[in-house]
């Protein structure tokens, strides 16, 4: 099924493809799980805020088409596992592209946001050219933390947005911990 639908990207185990309107319910079960959503300021979401969020997610950015959460699927099975991605935002008056990913707790620990995200990271540097990335993180979240530096996303600093305080982790293209990546370097492709 996966095959017909917009694929970004695909690694041993995964797809992460565009987002599509019949995605709802899955990704609502995600949403209104309090298991899934703990760490996310404005916590569960019903199916009408779900609903908006997926909507402007098949919109896409305005600016930046090429970025946005994609549904994370089980090759395999075609199961929705979650959903992972880009997100630009304006922090501090700069810009920065947010790696982000959400997992069904019920496959949390098989090491699939890491195989995702380091897909990410790679498309992101050698695909999409960017520089830098970011992960803003609860301390509290051990399990996006390790995700995190398992990507080679180191402490930046403490920031405080709206929602509180929170952990800045980033990345660089040329940073080191076998994710120094280029355009056309072989360790690009994923
Ligand atoms: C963060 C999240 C995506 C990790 O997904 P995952 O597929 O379980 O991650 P992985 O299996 O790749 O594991 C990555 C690391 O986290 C650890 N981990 C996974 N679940 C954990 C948990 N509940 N508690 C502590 N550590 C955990 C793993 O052991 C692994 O670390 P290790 O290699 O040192 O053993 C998942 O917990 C999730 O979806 N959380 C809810 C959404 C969220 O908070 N997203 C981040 C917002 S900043």
């Known amino acids: 099924m996966t095959e017909t639908l917009d694929v970004v990207l695909e690694t041993e185990r995964l797809v992460l493809r565009r987002l599509v309107p019949d995605d709802l319910p899955a990704l609502h079960a995600l949403y209104r799980d309090p298991v899934a959503r703990r760490f996310f300021p404005d916590g569960t979401r019903t199916l009408e805020q779900t609903r908006e969020e997926l909507e402007w997610f098949l919109q896409g950015h305005p600016r930046h088409p090429e970025l946005g ?3 994370t699927v089980e090759r395999a099975t075609g199961t ?3 959903r992972c991605g880009l997100l630009p ?3 501090d008056g700069v810009a920065e592209v947010e790696l982000a990913y959400l997992i069904d707790p019920r496959r949390w620990g098989e090491g699939l ?3 995702a ?3 990410i990271v790679r498309h992101a540097h ?4 960017l520089d830098r990335l970011i ?3 609860d301390p509290e979240n051990v399990a996006s933390l390790r995700v995190a530096e398992k990507v080679g996303m180191r402490f ?3 920031h405080v947005d709206e929602h509180g305080p929170c952990a800045m982790y980033a990345r660089s293209r040329l940073d080191p911990g076998g994710f120094a990546i280029v355009p056309g370097h072989p360790g690009a492709s994923s």
């Open 80 to 82: 929705f596992l979650g």
């Open 126 to 129: 050698a695909a999409l050219e």
């Open 117 to 119: 995200a380091r897909a």
């Open 156 to 158: 930046d600093r403490h």
């Open 135 to 137: 992960c803003l993180i």
């Open 69 to 71: 959460l994609w549904a």
């Open 113 to 115: 946001a890491t195989e």
């Open 89 to 91: 935002w304006t922090i």
